[in-house]
């Protein structure tokens, strides 16, 4: 079984950064896909950013040229790098990790955009 725990959500002013981490339980990251998610209040989990094993990164369209997704398979983490943060960034984040047809979710982290 594998885990993944998320860390470095908090509340940011809009316009400010923030790096979120996924750390897996085990090396688990040389092959598969890496994901982060979000969901607002009242709304559906949607996709932010992924990064394949081969290093091609996805984005939605809201967060291109703001967030920035990578990973460190030796560290067993993939990140997600966030600036100029606005107040519809607001969610809970989560990380995902798919392999051979398993997923994997993290708990999730809240951030939260306000001034």
């Known amino acids: 079984q594998v885990q993944l725990v998320e860390s470095g959500g908090g509340l940011v002013q809009p316009g400010g950064s923030l790096r979120l981490s996924c750390v897996g339980s085990?090396?688990?990251?040389?092959?598969?896909?890496m994901g982060w998610y979000r969901q607002a209040p009242g709304k559906q989990r949607e996709l932010v950013a992924t990064i394949v094993s081969g290093g091609t990164t996805n984005y939605a369209d809201a967060v291109k040229g703001r967030f920035t997704i990578s990973r460190d398979n030796a560290k067993n983490t993939f990140y997600l790098q966030m600036i100029g943060l606005k107040p519809e960034d607001t969610a809970v984040y989560y990380c995902?990790?798919?392999?051979?047809?398993?997923?994997?979710w993290g708990q999730g982290t809240q951030v939260t955009v306000s001034s």
């Open positions: 085990r090396s688990i990251f040389s092959f598969g896909v």
């Open positions: 995902n990790f798919q392999q051979l047809g398993r997923v994997w």
